[in-house]
T-cell receptor, first 111, second 115 residues
Framework: DQQVKQNSPSLSVQEGRISILNCDYTNSMFDYFLWYKKYPAEGPTFLISISSIKDKNEDGRFTVFLNKSAKHLSLHIVPSQPGDSAVYFCAARYNNNDMRFGAGTRLTVKP | KAGVTQTPRYLIKTRGQQVTLSCSPISGHRSVSWYQQTPGQGLQFLFEYFSETQRNKGNFPGRFSGRQFSNSRSEMNVSTLELGDSALYLC??????????????FGPGTRLTVL
């Protein structure tokens, strides 16, 4: 069962513009959400997270927004840079149980 | 501090065989989780070990098993391999100390191909 969904397999944006990656989930028990970035031939690296008690968390160019009523979260990257080109995975967990990942969105930032 | 290491990096097996993959977590990390990554399913959780005990388990058949040693190194085993087991298997380690329970550090993965 796909409890975490990333419906856009790919996204292409121009350097300097905003990248918005979306993620939807179905399990209302999830209380912690994370974004991971993955380059080819490397394992995913942690990017940013948000607790369900918040609706926004910001870290430099990266901001994650959480809309619990819509069971939706998004990752904003502003401004986008070519080095941001990677696959981004959305993940969710509850009570420190196993994480559920989305299928990933491949972001391409064009110079 | 060295990162998470996984061996081997690449593996080719045939159907029906079994395979053992190894993961060495970051020094001092006590939790090791295993994930399977396939193009269609994304990252799927296999199981998590903490202090040599399996603490969580995902929805995979019993052919997938694992263990953790006293030095926190972990192995996962897949028996009676099927074509659909071809995937990238990722290991992640977590410190599990206060304030750091959420960040997992992933290894580079083992690419398993089943022919």
């Amino acid at each position: 069962d796909q409890q975490v969904k990333q419906n856009s397999p790919s996204l292409s944006v121009q350097e300097g513009r905003i990248s918005i990656l979306n993620c939807d989930y179905t399990n209302s028990m999830f209380d912690y959400f994370l974004w991971y970035k993955k380059y080819p031939a490397e394992g995913p690296t942690f990017l940013i997270s948000i607790s369900s008690i918040k609706d926004k968390n910001e870290d430099g160019r990266f901001t994650v927004f959480l809309n619990k009523s819509a069971k939706h979260l998004s990752l904003h990257i502003v401004p986008s840079q070519p080095g941001d080109s990677a696959v981004y995975f959305c993940a969710a967990r509850y009570n420190n149980n196993d994480m559920r990942f989305g299928a990933g969105t491949r972001l391409t930032v064009k110079p | 501090k060295a990162g998470v290491t996984q061996t081997p990096r690449y593996l080719i097996k045939t159907r029906g065989q079994q395979v053992t993959l190894s993961c060495s977590p970051i020094s001092g990390h006590r939790s090791v989780s295993w994930y399977q990554q396939t193009p269609g399913q994304g990252l799927q959780f296999l199981f998590e070990y903490f202090s040599e005990t399996q603490r969580n388990k995902g929805n995979f058949p019993g052919r997938f098993s694992g263990r953790q040693f006293s030095n926190s190194r972990s192995e996962m085993n897949v028996s009676t391999l099927e074509l659909g087991d071809s995937a990238l298997y990722l290991c992640a380690s977590t410190l599990w100390a206060s304030g750091d329970s959420d960040t997992q550090y992933f290894g580079p993965g083992t690419r398993l191909t089943v022919l």
